[in-house]
């Protein structure tokens, strides 16, 4: 027995002090194993192979000559198939899309649909294998055209309805002095982690054990054991290390076919996707055709709002992304609607990605108070100022913390806003004209359940048990200052163990609710643990864990519109010759509770400005409408921001913490993306005089707009 006192003296608070990653020199030394290189003792290796049509029935597989190749294990398709369950509810209700439900027919839906997996001794003898498969296909005509004007697109409820209607819009519109009616595009991207998804399926011992890249461990065994008809507490999932998520790694066909596999074979099986691969199988956002009408008084004040979006989904599987959601948070209206559609095409299925509905949605949205703020002659900041609503627009709840008016007020200080000429086109720079632009920013802040456990050593140590996942959010780091600070130590004395299933359920990464669901339960645990050494410092050797369980907490949180908010601001030069448009400088003032790390949480904001850089000027994923794929499916046709792309970004903070939450997490995952693109739009009108409603503002679309009105 060892006697240990926890808190006393109490050291300074953890929570709020940078603190470099935990796992970084793993990560640096590339002693941190991924997905895709943990060795396992007898591993074989599959090989996705994809459909080369955009619709039809697949007619027949040559395996034969396939299995005749070196190394080659076997040839799973939807002849031999295991039958998988797939009428059950899944994630957030829904069910899941059947991309993940492999080879249980013969038909082909889109373009890059999974049809075979092969198996062999080595992933090249995989690889050549699969690429020397023939499959022969009755192709049917397909339809992947997305335009704004589909007659059969409808509307499609999500965790948010699909349409909110308050007032008469004709009416307000009518007796509005000023009118901003305007059309906004976005187009298909993709989420392009850096580390591609990656799983190895085994049975070991009776249970299945999966190594995965995912940003949920309890999702992907609810889904893995749902689909195989398994116990959930038979189905183990890890995830050490993830490099990159987005909203793309949920369960998608390799887990399902790696398990397949090794079922069949009896041995470990490892499948992992292609950078080409996964602009089918990974999941995508939507492209959206957006259209915003706007009515104010002469002074700026809104009467009407509408917001409407088109984006589309498979015909597999329904999945919106609901842009217009955005505004029932941010600006109220006499008359207020908005409404998400969905289309449905012979393309995969699109998935959350980083903000999904409000990154773009809030393109259209700031861009056209932007182009109100013109039309009235006010300051875009002054006219967001003046729209500033007391309550939820739409659901009539009090805020819990609104704290926008305060991050524009601290950015246009910092930014040197007052110095601004509204004029557009006046500034100069060489041949390059200068614009700034502004944009302001939300995302949902909830918190889901989640269990931890905290475990006191005999040593004076501590161990956190959470599944929760670090997809490179730094939220294993964040977790132990939590940890430490709920314990009363020094973060030292807290090993902070996450992403495997057997931990219990927790919420995944994603929604903007990782840390703060997570951190939830680890301080409930540590708080119990705390004041249970407190009657006993007697620690045994096997230790003393306490198990936590926030499901009533959180059930009982008082309805609120709950959010983080932003502003962003961006300074351009775009030369009219070349239609280059360069971002010089950003800046970002978050309202998004406590921060638990500051070094990491600035990662998060500017990684999320980064990609609003890289949404606004380069990433389209361009799809032709003959074959029905993309053109340039890699990281060279797909353009994502390079260090070369991307200035000086300042992300900074006011003080803001969650008062219905145990740390004051609010979740900062997502909001630094909002707005950004609409930030450099609108400097991008401040620099030239002519609006780009349609992204990525590529230099052929700048030189097309036409001479600058300077
Ligand atoms: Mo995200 S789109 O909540 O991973």
């Known amino acids: 027995?060892?006697?240990?006192?926890?808190?006393?003296?109490?050291?300074?608070?953890?929570?709020?002090?940078?603190?470099?990653?935990?796992?970084?020199?793993?990560?640096?030394?590339?002693?941190?194993?991924?997905?895709?290189?943990?060795?396992?003792?007898?591993?074989?290796?599959?090989?996705?192979?994809?459909?080369?049509?955009?619709?039809?029935?697949?007619?027949?597989?040559?395996?034969?000559?396939?299995?005749?190749?070196?190394?080659?294990?076997?040839?799973?398709?939807?002849?031999?198939?295991?039958?998988?369950?797939?009428?059950?509810?899944?994630l957030m209700g829904s069910k899941p899309d059947p991309t993940c439900a492999v080879f249980q027919h013969d038909r082909v839906p889109h373009l890059g649909w999974p049809v075979a997996l092969v198996v062999a001794e080595t992933s090249e003898q995989a690889r050549e294998a699969a690429e020397a498969l023939v499959v022969h296909y009755e192709q049917e005509p397909h339809d992947v055209d997305f335009t704004g004007e589909r007659p059969d697109a409808y509307p499609l409820d999500s965790h948010v309805p699909a349409v909110t209607e308050k007032g008469d819009l004709d009416a307000e519109l009518a007796a509005s002095a000023v009118v901003v009616d305007a059309e906004y595009t976005t187009p298909e991207e993709h989420h392009s982690p850096m580390e591609p998804h990656a799983a190895t399926a085994r049975w070991d011992g009776g249970r299945l054990d999966v190594v995965d890249s995912n940003q949920g461990a309890t999702w992907v065994v609810g889904e893995l054991a749902s689909l195989f008809s398994l116990d959930p507490g038979s189905v183990r999932v890890r995830s050490e290390h993830v490099g990159g998520g987005f909203g793309s790694k949920g369960v998608r066909a390799h887990q399902v076919a790696a398990v397949m596999a090794a079922t069949v074979l009896r041995?470990?099986?490892?499948?992992?996707?292609?950078?080409?691969?996964?602009?089918?199988?990974?999941?995508?956002?939507?492209?959206?055709?957006?259209?915003?009408?706007?009515?104010?008084?002469?002074?700026?004040?809104?009467?009407?709002?509408?917001?409407?979006?088109?984006?589309?989904?498979?015909?597999?599987?329904?999945?919106?992304?609901?842009?217009?959601?955005?505004?029932?948070?941010?600006?109220?209206?006499?008359?207020?609607?908005?409404?998400?559609?969905?289309?449905?095409?012979?393309?995969?299925?699109?998935?959350?990605?980083?903000?999904?509905?409000?990154?773009?949605?809030?393109?259209?949205l700031e861009a056209a108070l932007d182009e109100l703020a013109e039309k009235c002659g006010i300051d875009p900041i002054e006219l967001r100022l003046r729209n500033e609503p007391d309550k939820g627009p739409v659901s009539g709840l009090p805020f819990s913390g609104r704290h926008l008016p305060a991050c524009l007020r601290e950015g246009a200080r910092r930014f040197g806003w007052a110095d601004r000429d509204p004029r557009p086109g006046v500034r100069k720079d060489g041949r390059r004209l200068l614009g700034t632009g502004m944009a302001a920013a939300s995302f949902h802040a909830g918190a889901m359940p989640s269990t931890a456990t905290v475990t006191a050593h005999a040593n004076g140590t501590f161990t956190v048990r959470i599944a929760a996942a670090d997809i490179g959010t730094g939220a294993r780091t964040a977790l132990t200052l939590v940890a430490a600070d709920a314990l009363g130590v020094l973060p030292e004395r807290v090993r902070v163990r996450i992403g495997d299933s057997d931990f219990g359920p927790a919420m995944i990464a994603g929604g903007s609710m990782g840390t703060r669901s997570w951190s939830w339960a680890v301080t409930a645990a540590a708080g119990e643990l705390r004041?249970?050494?407190?009657?006993?410092?007697?620690?045994?050797?096997?230790?003393?864990?306490?198990?936590?369980?926030?499901?009533?907490?959180?059930?009982?949180?008082?309805?609120?519109?709950?959010?983080?908010?932003?502003?962003?601001?961006?300074?351009?030069?775009?030369?009219?010759?070349?239609?280059e448009v360069r971002v010089r400088r950003m800046l970002g003032i978050f309202a998004a509770g406590r921060i638990v790390n500051p070094l990491t949480a600035r990662g998060q904001f500017v990684g999320g400005m980064i990609w609003g850089i890289s949404m606004a000027l380069h990433e389209e994923a361009v799809r032709d409408r003959a074959f029905g794929g993309h053109v340039g499916a890699d990281l060279a046709g797909y353009h994502v921001a390079t260090h070369a792309d991307v200035p000086h970004i300042e992300a900074e903070w006011i003080d803001d913490p969650d008062p219905g939450d145990p740390v004051g997490i609010k979740g900062i995952g997502?909001?630094?993306?909002?707005?950004?693109?609409?930030?450099?739009?609108?400097?991008?009108?401040?620099?030239?005089?002519?609006?780009?409603?349609?992204?990525?503002?590529?230099?052929?679309?700048?030189?097309?707009?036409?001479?600058?009105?300077?």
């Open 1 to 90: 027995m060892t006697t240990l006192t926890t808190g006393t003296p109490t050291p300074t608070p953890s929570v709020g002090i940078a603190h470099t990653r935990v796992e970084g020199r793993d990560k640096v030394t590339g002693a941190a194993r991924y997905a895709g290189e943990i060795p396992f003792a007898d591993l074989a290796h599959g090989w996705l192979v994809l459909s080369t049509v955009a619709r039809g029935r697949i007619r027949s597989i040559e395996t034969a000559t396939v299995l005749a190749m070196p190394g080659v294990l076997g040839v799973l398709d939807h002849r031999n198939a295991l039958r998988l369950e797939t009428d059950y509810a899944g």
């Open 267 to 364: 041995r470990p099986v490892r499948v992992v996707l292609t950078r080409r691969q996964m602009f089918s199988l990974a999941g995508y956002r939507s492209p959206t055709a957006q259209r915003v009408r706007l009515g104010a008084d002469a002074d700026g004040r809104l009467r009407a709002l509408e917001h409407r979006s088109l984006s589309l989904t498979s015909t597999v599987h329904e999945f919106i992304e609901p842009s217009a959601g955005v505004a029932r948070v941010m600006y109220d209206a006499d008359a207020h609607h908005t409404a998400n559609r969905v289309v449905r095409l012979d393309v995969p299925t699109p998935t959350w990605m980083r903000a999904p509905g409000e990154a773009p949605g809030s393109f259209a």
């Open 531 to 579: 004041d249970r050494l407190a009657l006993s410092g007697d620690i045994p050797p096997e230790g003393i864990t306490v198990r936590s369980d926030t499901t009533e907490a959180i059930g009982a949180l008082a309805p609120a519109e709950r959010h983080s908010f932003g502003a962003q601001f961006a300074e351009v030069a775009v030369d009219v010759d070349t239609g």
């Open 670 to 710: 997502e909001v630094g993306i909002v707005g950004a693109a609409a930030a450099v739009a609108n400097a991008v009108w401040h620099a030239t005089g002519v609006r780009h409603r349609s992204l990525p503002i590529r230099p052929d679309r700048v030189i097309q707009a036409g001479a600058p009105r300077a």
